[in-house]
C-alpha cells in the first residue's frame, strides 16, 4: 500500500531528527523475536545512537490509523507516538492507545506534546533490536543502490541516445559535404578543362578576405579617380566590381 504524503513528510522529518543526533535511524525496521517464537513485527522508524541507546516510533496521521489492527512496537529504551497534526487537535484520549512511558510527537516539526520515559530492555532485546536495525539498515542500502543504479542506466542510456542522435546528425553533414565538394571538383573541370586546386582556392579566399577586412579589397582614391586595387584600373564612378577585371570590390559586411 502507497504511502500517503503526510507519512512520508513525518518520515523524512525523523531521518533528519536522527541525522541531527547523530543517531543510526532507518524507517520501516523489521524486528525478530525468533528466540520468543513471535515472528516479526516492524516499527514505523528506529533509532540507535552511539551508546546502543534505541528509540522506536509509530506513525499515525489519522484516528483509523491509530485505531488499526496493526501491532505497535515499543521495544526501545524510548518510544513514541508520532501523528499529524489534524490527530492531535481531535478529543483523543491517547492513553487508551499508547502504554504512559510513551512519548507523543506533532507533526512534521516533530513538536513534543509527551516526554518519554525510559524503559528497561533486557540485554537480549538489545542485541536483537541492533541486529534488526543492522539488516534493515542494510537491505535499506541495497534498495537506494538499486535505485541509483537504475537512475545511472537511464542517464546513460539517454546520453548515449544523444550521441548516436549528434554522430548521425554529423555523419549526414559530413556526407553532404563530400557529395558537394565531388560535385563542384567534377562540373569545375568539365567547365574549365582541369581539375580545381581546392586548397591554393582556400587560401586564396582567406587572404581576400583580410584584405576585404583592413579595406584593401575596395576602391581606392587616387587623386579625383577610384583605382581598382587590383588591375589598377581608374574610374570615377564607383560600382560593386571592377569593369575591366571583375573582381568584387564590395565592402566586406561586418557580422
Given amino acids: ?23 543510526y535511524g532507518c524507517e520501516e525496521v523489521t524486528i525478530g523475536f525468533t528466540y520468543e517464537n513471535k515472528g516479526n513485527e516492524i516499527v514505523d522508524f528506529m533509532s540507535m545512537d552511539a551508546h546502543e541507546v534505541f528509540r522506536c516510533y509509530e506513525i499515525k496521521i489519522s484516528l483509523s490509523d491509530l485505531k488499526s489492527n496493526n501491532a505497535l512496537s515499543w521495544y526501545g529504551d524510548y518510544n513514541y507516538l508520532v501523528i499529524s497534526e489534524d490527530l ?4 483523543i484520549d491517547f492513553d487508551n492507545y499508547i502504554p504512559p512511558y510513551a512519548g507523543i510527537l506533532v507533526s512534521h516539526d516533530l513538536q513534543t506534546m509527551r516526554n518519554a520515559k525510559k524503559k528497561a530492555v ?6 536483537m533490536l541492533k541486529d534488526s536495525l543492522l539488516r534493515s539498515l542494510y537491505w535499506r542500502m541495497v534498495q ?28 549526414r553533414q559530413v556526407d553532404r559535404t ?4 565531388e560535385d563542384y571538383v567534377r562540373y569545375y573541370g568539365m567547365n574549365h578543362q582541369c581539375s580545381p586546386d581546392l586548397e591554393r582556392m582556400a587560401k586564396g579566399e582567406r587572404e581576400q578576405y583580410f584584405l576585404r577586412k583592413e579595406g584593401k579589397m575596395a576602391w581606392q582614391k587616387e587623386d579625383d579617380h577610384l583605382c581598382c586595387p587590383v588591375c589598377g584600373y ?6 560593386a566590381f571592377c569593369p575591366a577585371c571583375g573582381v568584387d570590390l564590395r565592402q566586406l559586411i561586418r557580422k
Avoid: C
Fill in 122 to 127: 533486557s540485554d537480549t532485546d538489545r542485541k
Fill in 88 to 91: 492531535w487537535m481531535r478529543d
Fill in 1 to 23: 500500500m502507497a504511502k500517503t504524503k503526510e507519512t512520508l513528510q513525518l518520515e523524512d522529518a525523523l531521518r533528519q531528527r536522527s541525522r541531527k543526533k547523530r543517531e
Fill in 178 to 181: 563530400m557529395f558537394t565538394e
Fill in 234 to 239: 581608374r574610374t570615377k564612378l564607383k560600382s
Fill in 144 to 171: 537506494y543502490q538499486d535505485a541509483g543504479s537504475d537512475e545511472i542506466l537511464k542517464q546513460l542510456q539517454k546520453d548515449q541516445d544523444a550521441l548516436k542522435n549528434e554522430y548521425e546528425q554529423y555523419r
